[in-house]
């Protein structure tokens, strides 16, 4: 019992000494860089923003192209009841991924909004 107890301390102490000596790294990168590096300038902030709209867009297209198929797999289901539940299904997986893309967008420009006090709306 004490091993087990003393492994869970090891494993609190090295998740907080290593938080510890990641956060000036972190607490820095949400600064622009100096304009006399090479480093591409651009904040913490612009980097999230970027990465998730490029996820939501990748979201986007593969909900249409479920769209597509799903329709493909209705009309081509001459009467076959499992294909039809098949190409249902299929049209509200795309329909139900299409809405979160478009939730993941209106969140994201709401905390940026927020989040860069530019104004007091979205």
């Not at 004490?2 to 000596?21: D, E, H, P």
């Not at 299929?90 to 989040?115: E, F, N, P, R, W």
């Amino acid at each position: 019992m004490k091993g087990g107890v003393c492994m869970n301390i090891k494993k609190i102490a090295y998740g907080v000494a290593s938080t510890l000596i990641a956060a000036p790294a972190i607490a820095l990168a949400q600064f622009e860089t100096p304009s006399g590096t090479n480093l591409p300038a651009g904040s913490l902030t612009n980097i999230i923003t970027n990465g998730m709209n490029f996820l939501l867009i990748m979201v986007g297209i593969l909900g249409v192209i479920g769209f597509v198929i799903s329709g493909i797999l209705y009309l081509t289901a001459a009467g076959d009841e499992d294909r039809i539940k098949l190409g249902k299904s299929a049209l509200v997986a795309s329909i139900t991924g299409v809405i979160v893309a478009l939730v993941g967008l209106v969140v994201l420009g709401a905390v940026k909004g927020l989040l860069g006090g530019a104004s007091k709306t979205f």
